[in-house]
């Protein structure tokens, strides 16, 4: 494999083919993810919020000319098409949910691990902003490599505007998701995910990546979102974030993904009247407002 490229497909390349060149590569940036109507409407509602939004303070990682915006499902509609569109979410779960087994008393049960929502994210790498620190997405769960044998994460990167090597675009290690956690990655060692706008690069969280250098004259906008083992803690905190009547607008589908359900382990259930029961239950209930304020 020549670890200096990265392989681009169309928007129409099925699953098991876009499976099959991430496990590889670790990543893959996929041509027309969305159609100019809905890169439009995303580029309008996000700039509602990105342009009163002020950059970062931090001048290590996220960035002093980088401009951040999340709770992305709770303003934007249009996003929820980025979140279920098949290539993203069923890649995720053919990469995430690997089945294993647990005894309960005498039956050896096979249970497959349920996926979720970690993090939505709109970013604006400003005019002047240099390289951001290579790291890992799955640290933020302090996964190790290759101990755990399975995946974390994959995450998205839709272009909003062109990437490009002068005004930021990503910068990614392909095959990097193969080293143990003992080789540092260097920047000698990337290259820019280039694409067009409404184009995406899709990466497993065991790939060293990090937003370029804005060199050019104008801001480099994308919109992130990362599927995560429902195992997991949440990178963002849905349940504070989007409020309960917001999450009853979204599909049922999206509901579960960002946490409103019992994954297949039994995490994340809610008592009712003495029973251990479905979150989804709660969104049903009339009585139900807030969490934390009872139903």
């Not at 290539?87 to 050896?108: M, N, Y």
Request: glycine share 8%.
């Amino acid at each position: 494999m020549d670890t200096r490229k990265l392989s681009t497909v169309s928007s129409d390349t099925p699953v098991e083919q876009v499976v099959e060149i991430i496990k590889r590569d670790g990543a893959v940036i996929i041509s027309n993810f969305v159609s100019e109507g809905t890169l439009k409407a995303l580029t309008e509602e996000l700039d509602t919020f990105l342009s009163v939004t002020p950059c970062g303070m931090d001048p290590y990682f996220a960035g002093t000319q980088t401009r951040r915006v999340a709770r992305i499902l709770g303003r934007s509609d249009t996003a929820v098409e980025v979140a279920l569109n098949p290539l993203f979410l069923e890649s995720a779960r053919k990469i995430l949910q690997t089945p294993t087994h647990v005894w309960v008393g005498s039956d050896r049960v096979e249970i497959e691990p349920d996926i979720q929502l970690s993090i939505t994210q709109a970013i604006q790498i400003g005019p002047g902003q240099g390289l951001q620190p290579l790291h890992r997405d799955d640290a933020t769960s302090l996964w190790r490599h290759p101990q755990y044998g399975r995946e974390a994460r994959l995450q998205i990167m839709l272009a909003i505007t062109d990437f490009t090597e002068e005004n930021g675009a990503t910068r990614v290690i392909p095959g990097s998701h193969q080293w143990d956690d003992e080789r540092m990655p260097t920047q000698e060692e990337t290259i820019a995910a280039e694409m067009k706008a409404g184009s995406a690069l899709l990466w497993m969280g065991s790939v060293y990546h990090g937003g370029g250098a804005n060199t050019s004259s104008t801001p480099r906008t994308g919109l992130t979102m990362a599927y995560d083992l429902a195992f997991l803690r949440l990178e963002e905190n849905h349940f504070l974030s989007i409020p309960v009547e917001r999450v009853r607008q979204l599909p049922a589908q999206l509901q579960r993904l960002l946490g409103w359900s019992a994954s297949s382990t039994l995490l994340g259930w809610v008592e009712i009247d003495g029973q251990m029961r479905d979150p989804q239950e709660l969104l049903g209930m009339a009585s139900f407002s807030e969490p934390g304020k009872g139903f």
